[in-house]
């Protein structure tokens, strides 16, 4: 058995609760059956995202207690602003308050109607924002990244054919720039390879448009490019970090995932480009030695940053997700496969075949699992996608429940719990029924919906 093995100790812990499975059910009917409306204290195992919830180290607190607070030229920024050019080989930073400020700012500055965004697939704010601001997007990913029981060691690569017939069709001056997100989140965690980046660098140069680097799940997205891209095995999580900053213009993250647990940045070595973002921070994040990120935040961010080179830190998450993967492979559930990064991905369309897409399969199996279970997982499937622009449901091509693994914070015995529950679930997989929406909200719907067994 490949037993992934914890590389810390424990020396702050918080207790959990797990309630009786009557007082389940009534949280899920108080909170429309949406997992982001319940309330930890009815929560077991939080599986609903890593963001904001990775375990912080003993040196990230330790930074915390020396934070400098300034309204403007604090210490504590400079100590940021050195680590995000030492770690992610950028000289101008701009903080935010969080990713989805920066995708704001990014979105304000350069999407204008009518303009396209090729991605190699949406996140739910990226695409929010572009949208906000009257642009459209086009997912380029390889048809292989659809496929849930696949090998393929790089599912988020771009699609480089159709990326070049996108920008024939619709003209490079209407396309701002090209989004790539690292370890692509919604089809399961899944990586790009720093060859498929290169590709997209020399369309980009072809065609004279801006690659903007998605970077919240960077750290994990190098260390599986270390694991599976030939070139790379020998080296560090630096060196692979730096190759794929420097083949962006511009360089966004959540720092909430990448490094900590609060904040967020954009990231660029073009002058005129930081010129261009730059009002931008004040008008809607606050003064630009702090980005509406508290000082102490910003220390852990730094500190936070330069952990992410360490690959005895970044390999914790992703071992314990393969770890999970396999598991549950094992025993029949079908899972996204391979392992990727951020959790573990759960195929509801397969698990709920029963279950009509328009009844959300993916929305009904977190419900179901936390009800028989408390570990509260995310739905990513058809409630996480928004309505197109005529107001018509829009299907999600994979109904996915991801169980995230934040770093460093469940044991081995947590994750065998998960492993249980989620297989007595598989094999009951007949007692879950549909959902529908009863308050639907216009924008991000999925956060504060409210949904009823159909
Ligand atoms: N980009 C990616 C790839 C993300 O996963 C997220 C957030 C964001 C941008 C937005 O960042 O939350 O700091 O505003 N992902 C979280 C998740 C919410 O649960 O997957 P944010």
Redesign the pocket.
């Known amino acids: 058995e490949n037993i992934p093995l914890e590389l810390h100790k424990v020396r702050i812990v918080q207790k959990l609760h797990l309630v009786p499975i009557e007082r389940r059910l009534e949280a899920l009917q108080e909170g429309g059956f949406n997992t982001f409306r319940l309330n930890t204290k009815d929560v077991f195992l939080d599986m609903?995202?890593?963001?904001?919830t990775n375990a912080m180290s003993d040196n990230q607190l330790a930074a915390m207690m020396q934070a400098d607070d300034a309204y403007a030229g604090s210490q504590s920024f400079f100590r940021l602003q050195k680590a995000v050019e030492d770690v992610l080989g950028k000289k101008y930073y701009l903080p935010v308050h969080?990713?989805?400020?920066?995708?704001n700012i990014l979105s304000n500055a350069y999407v204008r109607k009518g303009n396209l965004v090729p991605m190699n697939y949406h996140?739910?704010?990226?695409m929010a924002h572009i949208t906000q601001y009257g642009g459209k997007i086009a997912e380029l990913l390889y048809d292989e990244a659809y496929v849930i029981n696949s090998s393929h060691p790089f599912k988020g690569n771009m699609n480089i054919e159709k990326l070049e017939e996108v920008i024939k069709v619709h003209g490079a001056k209407n396309i701002p720039f090209i989004r790539m997100?690292?370890?692509?989140?919604l089809i399961g965690g899944q990586p790009f390879s720093v060859q498929n980046l290169r590709d997209v660098r020399a369309i980009a140069d072809k065609y004279n448009i801006r690659i903007v680097l998605?970077a919240?799940?960077l750290g994990e997205n190098a260390y599986l490019v270390i694991q599976r891209e030939e070139e790379f095995k020998d080296s560090t999580m630096g060196e692979v970090m730096k190759i794929m900053t420097g083949l962006a213009d511009i360089v966004?993250?959540?720092?909430?995932?990448l490094s900590s647990s609060r904040g967020?940045g954009i990231c660029t070595d073009n002058a005129d480009i930081y010129k261009e973002l730059e009002a931008l921070v004040p008008l809607f994040e606050g003064f630009l030695t702090y980005g509406g990120i508290s000082v102490r935040e910003i220390e852990a961010m730094a500190v936070g940053l330069y952990e992410t080179l360490d690959e005895t830190m970044i390999s914790q998450s992703p071992d314990f997700i393969a770890y999970l993967v396999n598991a549950l492979d094992a025993h029949g559930v079908p899972v996204v496969k391979p392992a990727g990064v951020?959790g573990v991905h759960v195929d509801a369309m397969q698990v709920c075949e029963h279950i009509p897409q328009k009844e959300y399969p993916a929305g009904a199996l977190a419900a179901a699992l936390f009800l028989i279970s408390g570990i509260r997982g995310?739905e990513r499937g058809s409630i996480s996608n928004q309505r197109d622009e005529y107001g018509n449901e829009t299907y999600a091509d994979m109904e996915l429940v991801?169980l995230?693994v934040p770093r460093r914070v469940f044991t081995l015995s947590q994750i065998k719990y998960v492993e249980d529950r989620m297989t007595w679930l598989y094999e009951n997989r007949a007692l879950i029924g549909g959902l529908r929406f009863v308050y639907e909200p216009p924008v991000l719907r999925f956060f504060m919906g409210g949904l009823e067994p159909v």
């Open positions: 609903l995202t890593d963001s904001g969080q990713g989805r400020a920066a995708e996140f739910t704010t990226a997100e690292a370890s692509t989140n998605d919240s799940l966004y993250f959540s720092a909430r995932k967020g951020l995310m991801r995230a």
